[in-house]
Structure formats: structure tokens, C-alpha cells
Nanobody
Framework: QVELVESGGGSVQPGGSLTLSCVGS????????MAWFRQAPGKEREGVAG???????TYADSVKGRFTISRDKAKNTLYLQMDSLEPEDTAMYYC????????????????????????????WGQGTQVTVSH
């Protein structure tokens, strides 16, 4: 059973930094595309960043140059380093994953997954709140 657990959220002033973590379980020895989404009150859930490997990373335009996604496969952990945070970054942040027995299946769907459409992601964490304010 796949499980994703986020942590690292909190309150920070504008210009500050936070690092989110997402620990995955239940898909050891399988390939996975993992991503971060966020949802602000009254708004649609939107994709922030996603990756299959260090060579295949996608960022939303709104966070390019400020956020960095990375993963430690040995620890089955996905990270999101968030710098130069703005009040508009305030949201619940979710980790999401697509899991496959083969990396080729995911590679064939990279373009689709990088569009960050919610229905394409089968596994979700419970979320961690990020608040950016004075």
C-alpha cells in the first residue's frame, strides 16, 4: 500500500525559506514520478514541481528560480526547497506520486505528468500548511 507523508510546513515571513519533505512507502523497487502541488483557500489545486529523475524536472512558472525539487531514492523521500517565499505561496502543499513497475512507462508519460493535472496522479499525501506573512 502506497503512502505519502509530508512534513516541514510552517509560518515564515516574506523572503524566508522552508524545506518540505515527503516520505514515501509501499513502492520500493518500483519507478515513480513524484510531484508537489499546492492549494490555497478558494483556489484550484495547482502543480508546483515534479520529477522523475534529476534530468527530468518540471517547475510551474510561478516558482521557477525560487523553488528546488529533489529526491533521495535511498530514503524514498522527496524534497521541496522553497526560497524567497511570497505571501502568494501561502497554501496547503501536497505530495503526489505515480508509481509504475517500469521506468519506461513513466518516461512515455512525462509530458502528460508535467502538465500537473490532478486526475493523473494516483497517490496523495495529507498535506502540510505553508503560511507566508508579516
Amino acid at each position: 500500500q502506497v503512502e505519502l507523508v509530508e512534513s516541514g510546513g510552517g509560518s515564515v515571513q516574506p523572503g524566508g525559506s522552508l524545506t518540505l519533505s515527503c516520505v514515501g512507502s509501499g513502492f520500493t523497487n518500483k519507478s515513480s514520478y513524484m510531484a508537489w502541488f499546492r492549494q490555497a483557500p478558494g483556489k484550484e489545486r495547482e502543480g508546483v514541481a515534479g520529477m522523475l529523475s534529476a534530468k527530468e524536472i518540471t517547475y510551474a512558472d510561478s516558482v521557477k528560480g525560487r523553488f528546488t525539487i529533489s529526491r533521495d531514492k535511498a530514503k524514498n523521500t522527496l524534497y521541496l526547497q522553497m526560497d524567497s517565499l511570497e505571501p502568494e505561496d501561502t497554501a496547503m502543499y501536497y505530495c503526489a506520486a505515480v508509481v509504475s513497475s517500469t521506468g519506461r512507462w513513466l518516461e512515455a508519460r512525462l509530458r502528460m505528468l508535467s502538465r500537473f493535472r490532478r486526475p493523473d496522479y494516483e497517490y496523495w499525501g495529507q498535506g502540510t500548511q505553508v503560511t507566508v506573512s508579516h
